[in-house]
C-alpha cells in the first residue's frame, strides 16, 4: 500500500530562518514519483517539484531545495532565507508508475513571521 | 494559457440533495481527476477520468460519480448528500500522453452540508 507520512503538522519560523519539512513514504513499486505541492490561504494546490524514483539527485531552485535518500524514503524540502510569502500548507505527494492515483500525506502548515 | 478552472466557488447543500460540480482542464490536457479534502487533511483521491470513462477510483460509496465531456471538461455528482460531505473538492489535470505527467490544481469548490 501507498502512504505519504509528513510528522511535522504546523511549524513557525522567523523570517529569514531556513526550515525543513519532513516526507516520509511507503510503496512496493520500484517505479514510483513523489511531488510537493503548496496550498497558500486561497486553497489550489500550486505544484512545486517531481522527482521520480530512479533519480535521486537533490535539486534546488532558488530558495528552495529537496533532498531525495532511497535509502531512509524521504523526500525533504528545505526553504532557506525564509519569507513571510512561504507561508502556506505544504504537501508531499506520492504516485504510483501510472501516475493515474496520487497519495497525499496530511500536510505541514508553515508560518512565517516577520 | 488557462489553468484549471472549478465551479462554483462555494456551495451551500442540506442532507439528502444532490450536488454537481464543474471542472475545465489545463489546455491541452486531457485527463481529469477529482479530489477530496476535509478540513486539515490532505487530498484523497476520488476517481480520474479519461476518454470519457472513469479509469481508476479511490475508496469511495457509489453516491460520488462523475462524468467527462468529448471537451474533456468533467463533473462530481454527489447524491444524497452526508453532513461528512462536507470539504473542499479539488480537480486537477493532466496530459495521459506524457506518462505520469504532473496533476496540475483548480481552486476547488468549498461544498457545505448543512
Known amino acids: 500500500a501507498q502512504k505519504v507520512t509528513q510528522a511535522q503538522t504546523e511549524i513557525s519560523v522567523v523570517e529569514k530562518e531556513d526550515v525543513t519539512l519532513d516526507c516520509v513514504y511507503e510503496t512496493r513499486d520500484t517505479t514510483y514519483y513523489l511531488f510537493w505541492y503548496k496550498q497558500p490561504p486561497s486553497g489550489e494546490l500550486v505544484f512545486l517539484i517531481r522527482r521520480n524514483s530512479f533519480d535521486e539527485q537533490n535539486e534546488i531552485s532558488g530558495r528552495y531545495s529537496w533532498n531525495f535518500q532511497k535509502s531512509t524514503s524521504s523526500f525533504n524540502f528545505t526553504i532557506t532565507a525564509s519569507q513571510v510569502v512561504d507561508s502556506a500548507v505544504y504537501f508531499c505527494a506520492l504516485s504510483d508508475g501510472t501516475g493515474n492515483q496520487f497519495y497525499f500525506g496530511t500536510g505541514t502548515s508553515l508560518t512565517v513571521i516577520p | ?114
Not at chain 2, 46 to 75: A, C, L, V
Not at chain 2, 77 to 106: K, P, W
Open chain 2, 1 to 114: 494559457d488557462a489553468g484549471v478552472t472549478q465551479s462554483p466557488t462555494h456551495l451551500i447543500k442540506t442532507r439528502g440533495q444532490q450536488v454537481t460540480l464543474r471542472c475545465s482542464p489545463k489546455s491541452g490536457h486531457d485527463t481529469v481527476s477529482w479530489y477530496q479534502q476535509a478540513l486539515g487533511q490532505g487530498p484523497q483521491f476520488i476517481f480520474q477520468y479519461y476518454e470519457e470513462e472513469e479509469r481508476q477510483r479511490g475508496n469511495f460509496p457509489d453516491r460520488f460519480s462523475g462524468h467527462q465531456f468529448p471537451n474533456y471538461s468533467s463533473e462530481l455528482n454527489v447524491n444524497a448528500l452526508l453532513l461528512g460531505d462536507s470539504a473542499l473538492y479539488l480537480c486537477a489535470s493532466s496530459n495521459d500522453r506524457e506518462y505520469t505527467d504532473t496533476q496540475y490544481f483548480g481552486p476547488g469548490t468549498r461544498l457545505t452540508v448543512l
